[in-house]
Nanobody
Framework: VQLQASGGGLVQAGGSLRLACAVS???????????MAWYRQAPGKQRELVAS???????TYADSVKGRFTISRDNAKKTVYLQMNRLKPEDTAVYLC??????????????????WGQGTQVTVSS
């Protein structure tokens, strides 16, 4: 299982960006995606949860992004999105996507795992 994040970049304060993270598996693999989330990590700071979304669409947000960020998912495309509006310089960080995945292996074994994307840089200038 692999997660590929995209959409980061440089934007002025007050601007918007949309991040996307697609989940894929090896050819012929079967898996189910449960919770998906976006985290961020700024230099010198701990990684923090930005937003999460369950398989049924329930969402949670960090207080610092409520009202500005929206997490969504397209289950058919196995992709989670993060729409970021009214960006602030303090939103500058590497953003990482995360997914809880059940891997239904050919042997009959079911492996539960938490997978991470490679991270995408978001820089907000003042």
């Amino acid at each position: 299982v692999q997660l590929q994040a995209s959409g980061g970049g440089l934007v002025q304060a007050g601007g918007s960006l949309r991040l996307a993270c697609a989940v894929s598996g090896s050819t012929g693999s079967t898996f189910r995606i449960d919770d998906m989330a976006w985290y961020r990590q700024a230099p010198g700071k701990q990684r923090e949860l930005v937003a999460s979304i369950s398989s049924s669409g329930s969402t949670t947000y960090a207080d610092s992004v409520k009202g500005r960020f929206t997490i969504s998912r397209d289950n058919a495309k196995k992709t989670v999105y993060l729409q970021m509006n009214r960006l602030k310089p303090e939103d500058t960080a590497v953003y990482l996507c995360n997914a809880d995945v059940l891997d239904f292996q050919a042997s009959g074994t079911v492996v539960a795992g938490k997978y991470w994307g490679q991270g995408t840089q978001v820089t907000v200038s003042s």
